[in-house]
């Protein structure tokens, strides 16, 4: 019989019910420390004190209205993230997937707009990962997401990672934009080289095509700045935004130029629940604390400190991990042994790590995370590892 839940999701045996910061706190009084973060969401761990006020002092005074009105809590964050970014414009979605589908479509109608209707097709990367919608599959071509569910929304054309002359040869008169993520999440916590993602921006100067970035996952503050193309100094024409933005309050966004956005006039585009009062007072107060340079200056500290330990902790461990890689605290370690095998053995340590692709466990921790903290999973880790090892020894013997 099918449970009541879609069977959707292949589950741990956990259940958290109560979380503290850094911490998640199991139905049996167990305390994980969570670097995992709800897969980059927690950008400021669990019950923080001006998260909780947020939301509480939202909550007394007004829920929800509708897009038919003015919200000011959305007018305040909209700003915010302008004042913070290359963007002229934003507009708010509920997730990341319902980002990727305005960001397509945004670009779509510009060309459209423009008079090159014609240009519809959009460049994407092997290993990427823009959400279960229907544009997002397509976008992600991979089989494991589109299998059984065509046909699939076609204009997409799918591009060796990081191979500059594959996406150059790839461009014709139908191309109108190129979609990346400047840090792979679900395909193996990859950065792309400032240089390759410079790379494309010049080829969509050449071309007149539009730049867009989905930091679904790498945005917000993850690598140590406030979006993560800032390290290569280059700016995208649309960027997808979602995850740590409402610090787990359900909160997306499209953020794009003047110039990208130019066909998005009134009833081209809406949502029910996009950018609602709880949502983006919520999403204020996690911008008033992240985009602080004084914040993202401790990120990276931290990110120092938590990447130098990981490095001796590979060493020490050179059966069960082959190295590290990542941008900030959006760490991975990529498993010699299997990754899965790591991060149940870490749930033995009650340590929170998420998989992803290319054998890799992710290390995605509360932006604010102490050292203390970075020194008590290291140790977990260290635990965990030796497990893995033990089982290894058994299996060999
Ligand atoms: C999680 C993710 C998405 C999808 O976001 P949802 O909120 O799950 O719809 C899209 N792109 C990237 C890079 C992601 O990590």
Same mark, same amino acid.
């Given at each position: 019989m099918i449970p009541s839940v879609l069977p959707t999701y292949n589950r741990a045996a956990l259940t958290f019910v109560k979380g503290e910061g850094s911490w998640l706190i199991e139905a049996d009084g167990r305390r994980f420390l969570d670097l995992g973060a709800g897969i980059a969401v927690n950008a400021l761990g669990h019950a923080h004190p001006a998260l909780v006020k947020a939301l509480t002092d939202q909550g007394q005074a007004l829920w929800h209205t509708s897009n038919l009105y003015h919200i000011p809590q959305q007018q305040a964050l909209a700003d915010k993230l302008v004042e913070n970014s290359f963007a002229d414009t934003v507009f708010f979605t509920n997730s990341g997937t319902e980002a990727c589908e305005l960001a397509v479509k945004m670009a779509r109608k510009h060309f459209h707009d423009a008079? =090159?209707? @014609?240009? &519809?097709e959009i460049l994407t990367f092997e290993g990427a990962f823009h959400g279960r919608s229907s544009a997002g599959i397509a976008a992600a071509g991979s089989e494991k997401m589109t299998k059984g569910f065509g046909p699939l929304l076609p204009g997409f054309r799918k591009l060796p990672w990081g191979d500059h002359d594959a996406v150059a040869g790839a461009i014709t008169d139908k191309t109108a934009a190129i979609l990346v993520e400047p840090v792979l999440g679900e395909g193996g916590i990859r950065p792309l080289p400032d240089q390759c993602l410079k790379g494309l921006r010049d080829l969509c100067d050449a071309h007149g095509m539009l730049m867009i970035l989905? @930091? &679904? =996952?790498?945005?917000?503050?993850? %690598?140590?700045? !406030?979006?993560?193309h800032e390290w290569a100094g280059v700016d995208p024409d649309i960027m997808m935004v979602a995850k740590g933005i409402g610090g787990g309050f359900p909160l997306g966004a499209v953020l794009a130029t003047e110039h990208a956005a130019s066909?998005?006039?009134? /009833?081209t585009h809406g949502s %029910?629940?996009? /950018?609602?009062p709880l949502a983006c007072a919520v999403g204020c107060a996690v911008m008033d604390i992240v985009a602080d340079p004084e914040f993202l200056a401790q990120v990276n500290r931290t990110a120092g400190l938590l990447r130098q330990r990981l490095e001796g902790l590979v060493a020490d461990h050179p059966e069960v991990f082959d190295s590290v890689r990542g941008s900030g605290l959006m760490l991975g370690l990529k498993c010699k042994a299997a990754n899965t095998d790591v991060v149940a053995a870490a749930y033995q340590a009650e340590l929170i790590t998420v998989p992803a692709a290319d054998n890799v466990i992710r290390l995605l921790p509360p !932006?604010?995370?102490s050292e203390e903290e970075i020194a008590e999973a290291i140790t977990r880790l260290d635990t965990a590892a030796r497990q893995v090892e033990t089982a290894i020894q058994t299996e060999t013997a």
């Open positions: 008079g =090159q209707p @014609e240009r &519809v989905d @930091e &679904v =996952q790498c945005g917000m503050g993850r %690598t140590g700045k !406030l979006f993560a066909g998005m006039g009134a /009833g %029910t629940y996009g /950018g609602n !932006l604010n995370i």
